[in-house]
């Protein structure tokens, strides 16, 4: 900050890198979640193997990463035995397969712009998995902030045209198997010092949730695919467009978090789902109530509420970090000033 007031280039240019790392995690993410709602729904692309189409993803995912890692060497592998490996990246894997599972899913029950609705719940779950983890401290007017934002997402559901239990269940699954992920990756992997790059997340994050995938998938989707097989070709552009965006749609998430932080996440995806409401009634033509605009306005002050909290105590920690810092070198020049006139006491009764 110079004289005046006015930024510095640094500060500029950080300002405009986060900006445009958030409108292409927005873009992808809308790009994504209408491609996922256009494969699957039946009155569209008419291809209702969610699980399957995950699974694509992965496979495509994990090809890449680790060619980028292992035939290229773009990329440095992080070294983690075969101990850390299963008792921190594979619970990940696990957890990533079955929010993706029940997420994708739930595009053949729910429109997409209630499917952002129900979204809003995701701090809810955050704060609350994080309470019961202990990696949160349960704070009474956070907890009411959480409250308010659950009565907005009922209202919301209560107001919804098309309201179906089977898919309401799906999707408040998927947010809470990924709050449990976000959390998680805190506790097993954060706390331990290991961060891992978009690129080496996907390298081995990807293969154990394909792996988890495989199971429901035998059992659920394979024995109906076999049998539609004479009358089903794989359409290699839509597939291989479709897992295109979702690689760099990974890519993105780990980058913007990465290089901004969760909370400008948050924030952005507020920003998003209120753009994908807009396009489902416009575009898509979804049926969008004013009870659910009431409900949702509801969910979505609370969730700016409870991202200006944190955005508020994380500049009250920095703040803290650097008056902290200022004493500390405070301290030090003192303490050298005293060791300099000591010495020049000794020289003058020398």
């Known amino acids: 900050m110079g004289k005046g007031g006015a930024l510095s280039d640094g500060v500029v240019k950080n300002i405009i890198l986060s900006y445009t790392y958030v409108a292409i995690w927005i873009f992808l993410s809308f790009t994504v979640i209408v491609y996922n709602k256009y494969i699957l729904d039946k009155k569209l692309y008419n291809w209702p193997f969610p699980i399957s189409l995950t699974m694509i993803h992965m496979a495509f995912c994990s090809s890449l990463a680790f060619a980028a890692v292992r035939l290229f060497k773009l990329v440095e592998p992080v070294s983690l035995s075969r101990r850390v490996y299963l008792s921190s990246v594979v619970p990940i894997g696990a957890l990533y ?6 997420s994708n899913s739930a595009y053949i029950y729910l429109s997409v712009s209630f499917i952002q609705m129900l979204k809003a719940l995701m701090p809810v779950a955050v704060y609350s998995i994080g309470i019961l983890l202990k990696k949160d401290s349960y704070k009474s007017s956070t907890m009411s902030n959480m409250l308010a934002i659950s009565f907005g997402v009922a209202i919301a559901a209560y107001g919804e045209a098309k309201y179906d239990s089977w898919g309401v269940l799906l999707q408040l699954g998927a947010v809470v198997f990924e709050a449990t992920r976000l959390v998680m990756i805190q506790i097993l992997l954060t706390s331990k010092g290991i961060n891992l790059n978009p690129i080496t997340s996907l390298y081995y994050v990807a293969p154990s949730c394909l792996a988890f995938l495989a199971i429901p998938w035998l059992f ?23 897992s295109l965006c979702a690689f760099a749609l990974n890519l993105a998430v780990f980058l913007l978090v990465g290089k901004t932080s969760a909370l400008t996440m948050n924030v952005a995806g507020v920003v998003k789902d209120w753009l994908l409401i807009a396009f489902s009634w416009s575009v898509i033509k979804d049926t969008v109530t004013p009870l659910n605009l009431f409900g949702y306005g509801l969910a979505f002050l609370g969730v700016g509420y409870y991202n200006h909290s944190k955005l508020q105590a994380l500049k009250a920690k920095e703040a803290q970090k650097n008056v902290q810092s200022a004493d500390d070198e405070a301290g030090k020049l003192l303490d050298e000033r005293g060791g300099d006139g000591k010495g020049k006491k000794g020289d003058s009764q020398a």
């Open 220 to 242: 659920v989707e394979y024995p109906v695919l076999k049998q539609q097989t004479s009358g089903f070709h794989f359409d290699f552009v839509i597939f291989g467009t479709n």
């Open 97 to 102: 397969s079955l929010s993706l599972w029940l």
